[in-house]
């Protein structure tokens, strides 16, 4: 069975012990339902990951689309009648740099290799420079449509719901925080919904290209070989 906003809202309104919508009216729990999808992205922005044929603008600057939050991965390249080709690596750009300073303006071609760094989640660079048009398969992490009726279905956090939960609870006893327990009940509720989603370590570079294509390690090798391909 699919699990809908409002099968997470009862979750939450049995543990916060208001049924009916008295202290915590169903729509400002939808709206706190909202707000925790936007914050499980910002988490676990792969729970929200996109793989699509991305057409790129001419140059070696290029962004996700207009929906996403956060850059993933780049796979290969994609020929005008969308069949794949040549795989893309993840190289590191300063080392790109060093070794062939002049590379943003080299020839167009079919893209070797990528770039990414994490203070600028939503921007990517490609080596060589691309075409107006030219295609790439990449990830993306997108945004979370907002949720307007509690009978919406939460495709990318089924399996979530607990996690959810406690993020409503969280936001329902920090209302409420001046009341004896209720801070302390809203503090547990938030550990226990981070603890859920896994969240641990470096948020932006356990989902980083620059390490989870590489096992952990930073590519500089690979851009030893980027002049040769």
């Known amino acids: 069975m699919a699990l809908t906003a409002a099968n997470v809202i009862t979750r939450a309104q049995d543990l916060i012990q208001d049924t009916t919508g008295v202290r915590w ?8 339902l909202n707000d925790g999808r ?7 922005p792969d729970l929200y990951a996109s793989n699509t044929v991305h057409a790129m603008v001419a140059g070696t600057k290029q962004s996700i689309p207009a929906d996403g939050n956060r850059f993933l991965d780049a796979v290969r390249n994609i020929n005008a009648d969308d069949s794949p080709a040549r795989a893309v690596r ?3 750009r300063e080392v790109l740099d060093a070794q062939l300073p002049d590379w943003h303006a080299s020839t167009p071609g079919a893209i070797r290799h990528f770039m990414f760094d994490e203070r600028s989640p939503r921007i990517f660079y490609v080596y060589p420079p691309a075409t107006s048009g030219q295609k790439l398969e990449i990830a993306y992490a997108s945004n979370p449509v907002e949720i307007t009726n509690t009978s919406t279905e939460l495709v990318n956090e089924d399996v979530y719901a607990g996690a959810l939960t406690d993020y409503l609870c969280y936001r329902a006893y920090s209302k409420d925080a001046e009341y004896a327990g209720n801070f302390e009940r809203a503090a547990a509720h938030y550990t226990q919904f981070r603890g859920l989603l896994g969240v641990g370590g470096s948020l932006n570079m356990s989902v980083s290209p ?8 930073l590519p500089r090798a690979a851009a030893l070989a980027a002049a040769g391909g």
């Open 25 to 32: 009216p169903e729509a400002e729990l939808l709206r706190y």
């Open 38 to 44: 936007r914050e499980v992205c910002i988490m676990r």
């Open 90 to 92: 993840i190289v590191e």
């Open 210 to 217: 620059n390490t989870s294509n590489v096992g952990g390690q």
